[in-house]
């Protein structure tokens, strides 16, 4: 609809990404899907069963943005190695929500479907100090102020983010726990307080030039430890704003950004597209599973399954606003397709392959699934709601 509605076509929607309400837009969006995704990660729960995230995010995330950056310099010619790992570790977040069936579906087992959530879930936050760190090099490294400088820039974004957002999320979450066993707020204006807090830890890191995202996520991690109780109904208000945003910004994209550079596909920006959703995502991860004695399809579901979505359109958008690189435009166009392409192949296939990936495992014998690592219980954390 965004394509049809934009420049390209109807010119409904114009303008650019950049320009006034569209970037709050996508800046509120981002910090609303941070903070509650963080809010969904029960960190006494994910303690008992570390195994796979742990090796998708600690492993297969590192991974996936070497090897994205070494093909990055090797495709993308254009682009300085510093740009090119910036591109990676732009796509590196994985989006759980343009793979619902993935994370949802009951016919999958919990441990393995937990762990695609868990993944979706910490990625987008975890990769935001990295982000910050690699923009700081590739603009040091094209000459846009001094190291000094950059340096300066990553310690306070990333330092000052983390400081408030464990201040305003375990403070706001005390708070709000506090006012609610005592019957004084309930109802809506709970569900808006939670909002409140997500915001405020943006903002407040963002007036001493902190990184606000950093602020959110944090915020969402602190929240989620010291209000546990108040997490399932306190963030619904915030968690289905997050959702009317994402479709709007979804709109946005295909209008602004999808639509203006349908006839500016090159064939570098095509193989590295291609590249980024199967063999620096994929191989990462079956690397990172090495030693768990996972099944082969088991591997091959965790691997193919990693949607790109609006973390990497947001962080795109964030580096291009923060540093004019000479590479700005490349990377931007490299993020736009990678994500237009995963929305098409990731729609297409979840359904079908979540399907026979179930009807597999349903054929397994019940003394099989006693023995494989699979079929080890454990607790489900909540997933993110489908857009």
């Not at 981002?30 to 600690?58: C, E, H, N, S, Y």
């Not at 923009?135 to 102020?145: K, R, T």
């Not at 726990?177 to 405020?200: C, S």
């Not at 192949?345 to 359904?351: A, D, P, R, S």
Request: negative net charge.
């Amino acid at each position: 609809a965004g394509i049809a509605l934009g420049p390209s076509a109807l010119n409904v929607l114009g303008g650019d990404f950049e320009q006034g309400g569209v970037e709050l837009l996508a800046e509120v969006t981002l910090l609303l899907i941070l903070f509650v995704d963080a809010t969904r990660i029960d960190l006494r729960v994910l303690r008992k069963q570390l195994a796979v995230p742990v090796r998708l995010l600690g492993i297969g995330l590192p991974l996936t943005v070497l090897t994205g950056a070494l093909l990055g310099a090797v495709v993308l010619t254009d682009l300085t190695l510093f740009e090119a790992a910036l591109v990676a570790a732009i796509l590196a977040p994985t989006d759980a929500a343009l793979g619902q069936a993935v994370v949802s579906d009951k016919r999958v087992p919990v441990r393995i479907r937990q762990g695609l959530n868990v993944e979706s879930g910490l990625n987008d936050g975890l990769m935001l100090p990295a982000i910050t760190i690699i923009l700081a090099l590739a603009a040091s490294d094209s000459g846009l102020e001094s190291t000094s400088y950059w340096a300066g820039f990553v310690s306070r974004q990333i330092g000052f983010g983390v400081l408030f957002g464990v201040a305003v999320g375990a403070g706001g979450g005390l708070t709000l726990d506090y006012f609610a066993k005592r019957g004084w707020i309930e109802g809506a204006l709970r569900q808006i307080g939670t909002l409140a807090i997500a915001v405020g830890a943006f903002a407040a890191a963002e007036m001493v030039e902190g990184n606000g995202f950093v602020a959110a996520f944090v915020a969402g991690l602190a929240f989620g430890y010291v209000a546990k109780d108040h997490c399932d109904t306190a963030a619904d208000f915030t968690e289905d704003e997050g959702q009317l945003l994402a479709l709007l910004t979804f709109l946005f994209f295909g209008a602004l950004l999808v639509g203006p550079r349908i006839g500016e596909l090159t064939l570098p920006i095509a193989l590295y597209s291609l590249l980024s959703l199967t063999v620096i995502r994929m191989s990462p991860v079956a690397v990172s599973l090495i030693g768990m004695h996972l099944e082969a399809p088991t591997i091959g579901y965790l691997s193919w399954f990693g949607p790109r979505g609006l973390a990497s359109i947001l962080f795109g958008l964030f580096v291009v606003e923060h540093a004019e690189l000479a590479g700005s435009e490349t990377i931007l166009a490299v993020v736009t397709w990678t994500v237009l392409e995963s929305i098409i192949l990731h729609g297409v296939t979840e359904v079908p392959l979540t399907g026979r990936y179930a009807e597999w495992w349903r054929s397994m014998i019940p003394d099989q699934i006693a023995a494989m690592p699979e079929g080890e219980v454990v607790d489900e954390l909540r997933p993110r709601v489908s857009v």
